[in-house]
């Protein structure tokens, strides 16, 4: 019997009403899943936990979804719980991916009870990568490295980021060999750049290329070559989302749509490039020139540009700059209305050349009477596995395969002069306690006369990262009191070596903690502190200043300086005058952590970069950075609270002015002990601070250490 057409109608509406639910129902749970992505925990689940057997995780429950292997809401939400329920049945509740779990069980709950599927955007099924593609080179592209880092790496950012990447980049591995198919999850592109500036980019050149550099590796420690995969396509903007305010987490993620990869593209970049474009990751960077590069980079730009997008050398596309391999990266410009200064600037560089040869020379015997080698880059070659989350513009760490007790410091930009006063510092200080333990020194593979880098101990994790409480529970005041003591004592300590840091901070401190025993007084665990980074070290006797001195390079510019913060004797005569009136020095402002700076080289604006009329006490400097960062210890909070370290003139009101200080002890520190500790170094006049020796004495005078951790 045939139905009637009523009855047809109503099978049809039926029938279609169905496949609406059901189209409503999975946009409803890839909707579900893009929410919890913006939770740091879960980074933890992105891929199975190989601690939880059979876990599920997000990149397999998208897959499920666009597979149509959820027939209901139900059943897509019983697999999402088995994401947290799973871990928190076998892991103790103290390990982080518990406590991960239960924040992303709370996130979940709170999104169910928060959300409405009124306004439900449309969640585009798969991203896949399209065939290669002629790309168009006139566009804008901005480049983002999401090269892992190692596994052990100590570092809670860089671990974050590689996790919440490892979907994206197992896909572009496995695409290189295989075309996506309809059940590839979305691809998601996790940034440090928050939602606001990521629209703004898309506002501006709505058109514009994204390049993911990865799988990165480097042909030597000094020249800056870079062998990469770059997967270039396109962010889409209606895709993106914010990420919960934390230090270590990204800011954002947008769902990112792959045109076509590029494997083994080689980049010949400057220091600058390098550490602007491979080395910053997770961050969205223009394609072009940097306002502190000097001009033959921008040829270099303009050539990692055509390389991205097109796959090639990027040397064997456009003209490189007409210098030689060696000098391709040196500030001073030879250009033709110059040509009576540049002879003579060559014979200055020539002088300044033979001279730095000189002190490493000496540095080399120094390093071979304390049984330090003085090794080749090339023995380091293949074996540097990942750079540490310490790149800068000046050094670069990296992991050794295969040894997580070693890393590797290539300098990039450092002067002759910082170079020496690194290397030297080490190795005066590798014995002595809460010292870094520098185990080589290494010279370029083409000049063993040039000192390019060094290896030394790893450590696990910075003092920044060891405070954080959400990374383990608070410290105890007996934690505190210990690291506060092993601080001072790093301060006795190269004091009394005649070296000054002046860079005290809580990233340049690194703490190993001691498992097992020995236990502090209230049964906490104990760590060591070590102090690292000597790149803007003095010398505080003439001895050792008259040794090691290293005139500056005459023939690089002011406004290209490697180091626009370096202040140095010029000539012999300026040496002795420096000799006469140690241990102060002549200086510049200091721009880095403000909050740590006395009056004396705090900065008046961020244009203030000229030589101070006054000289500096270097290290009764130390003594007020170390006792700004002891106040952030004990206290848990930044010191000179409520004040922004970018706020220079609020900060030189309170800094330079006795009674400000008081005062602000007086509202924001708890305790009469602690204020009388804070006093002894947090002085305008650097003269009456206390020396480390006089502190560490004051904290043994009976009844002292008792009453601060009492406070």
């Known amino acids: 019997m045939m139905p009637s057409s009523h009855s047809a109608t109503a099978d049809s509406t039926c029938q279609h009403d169905q496949q609406r639910y059901s189209d409503h129902d999975k946009q409803t749970m890839l909707q579900a899943i893009d929410d919890l992505l913006s939770c740091t925990a879960a980074s933890y689940f992105m891929q199975p936990l190989p601690q939880v057997d059979s876990a599920m995780d997000f990149t397999s429950l998208e897959t499920n979804v666009l597979a149509d292997k959820y027939s209901s809401w139900p059943s897509f939400e019983q697999d999402l719980g088995l994401i947290w329920s799973d871990p928190v049945k076998v892991l103790p509740p103290t390990s982080a991916v518990y406590k991960a779990a239960l924040e992303l069980k709370e996130t979940y709950r709170s999104n169910s009870q928060s959300s409405s599927t009124a306004n439900l955007q449309r969640v585009p099924a ?20 999401i090269d892992p880092d190692s596994s052990k790496s100590s570092t809670a950012e860089s671990t974050v980021y590689d996790r919440m990447h490892a979907p994206l980049l197992d896909y572009l591995e496995h695409s290189l060999d295989n075309p996506p198919t309809a059940t590839t999850p979305s691809h998601r592109l996790f940034l440090k750049d928050d939602a606001a500036t990521l629209r703004q980019h898309c506002i ?11 799988k990165v590796s480097q042909a030597s420690l000094s020249d800056s070559k870079f062998t990469v995969n770059v997967t270039v396509g396109r962010l889409l903007a209606d895709h993106i989302h914010s990420m919960a305010a934390d230090t270590n987490s990204p800011r954002s993620w947008v769902k990112f749509l792959p045109l076509t990869t590029h494997p083994r593209v080689q980049l010949d970049l400057s220091p600058a490039m390098a550490a602007t474009f491979i080395h910053r990751r997770c961050k969205l960077t223009p394609v072009q020139p940097l306002h502190f590069q000097p001009k033959k980079d921008h040829v270099l730009i303009q050539t990692m540009k055509m390389a991205l997008l097109g796959g090639f050398r990027a040397s064997s596309t456009l003209p490189t700059p007409a210098v030689s391999q060696q000098s391709q990266y040196d500030d001073d410009l030879h250009l033709p209305d110059q040509q009576g200064k540049t002879v003579a600037n060559s014979v200055a560089h020539e002088n300044y050349s033979k001279m730095s040869q000189t002190v490493f020379s000496r540095i080399k015997k120094l390093a071979q009477s304390l049984a330090i080698p003085v090794c080749s880059e090339e023995k380091y070659h293949q074996q540097i596995q990942a750079h540490a989350n310490a790149a800068g513009f000046f050094k670069q760490v990296w992991y050794v395969n295969h040894n997580a007790k070693l890393v590797v410091q290539a300098f990039q930009r450092m002067t002759a002069s910082q170079r020496t006063t690194e290397i030297v510092s080490l190795l005066r200080l590798k014995s002595l306690p809460h010292m870094p333990k520098i185990v080589e020194v290494l010279h370029s593979k083409n000049d063993p006369n040039n000192l390019i880098g060094l290896s030394m101990e790893r450590y696990e994790r910075t003092l920044k990262h060891y405070m954080r409480p959400h990374t383990h529970s608070a410290l105890t005041a007996h934690q505190k009191m210990d690291l506060i003591r092993q601080m001072l004592q790093c301060m006795e300590t190269i004091h009394r070596v005649g070296i000054a840091h002046r860079d005290i901070s809580e990233v340049n401190f690194m703490v190993n903690v001691k498992e097992g025993e020995p236990k502090l007084p209230d049964g906490s665990q104990a760590a060591d502190l070590y102090l690292i980074d000597f790149g803007k070290a003095v010398f505080t006797t003439p001895d050792d200043l008259k040794q090691w001195w290293v005139a500056k390079d005459p023939t690089t510019p002011e406004p290209l300086d490697q180091y626009k913060g370096e202040v140095m004797p010029r000539n012999l005569k300026e040496l002795n005058v420096w000799c006469a009136q140690l241990p102060w020095i002549h200086a510049k402002p200091d721009h880095g952590y403000c909050h740590y700076r006395s009056i004396q080289t705090l900065p008046r604006n961020r244009q203030d970069r000229a030589v101070l009329p006054w000289l500096v006490h270097p290290m009764a400097e130390d003594m007020y950075s170390v006792m700004t960062l002891i106040w952030k210890v004990f206290s848990d909070m930044e010191p000179w609270y409520g004040v922004l370290d970018t706020d220079l003139r609020e900060l030189r009101d309170i800094v330079g002015d006795e009674f400000n200080m008081k005062r602000k002890f007086d509202k924001d520190v708890y ?13 305008v006049k650097p003269e009456e601070r206390a020396t480390a020796t006089q502190v560490l004495a004051w904290l043994d005078a009976p009844g002292h250490v008792d009453a601060l951790i009492k406070e």
Request: proline share 5%; with cysteine.
């Open 126 to 145: 798969s991203l896949k990568t399209a065939d290669a593609i002629q790309l168009d080179t006139t566009l804008p592209v901005y480049v983002a490295s």
């Open 204 to 214: 501006v050149h709505p058109w514009f290329y994204t390049a993911i550099v990865w």
């Open 671 to 683: 305790g009469e002990c602690s204020r009388e500790l804070l006093s002894l170094c947090l002085k």
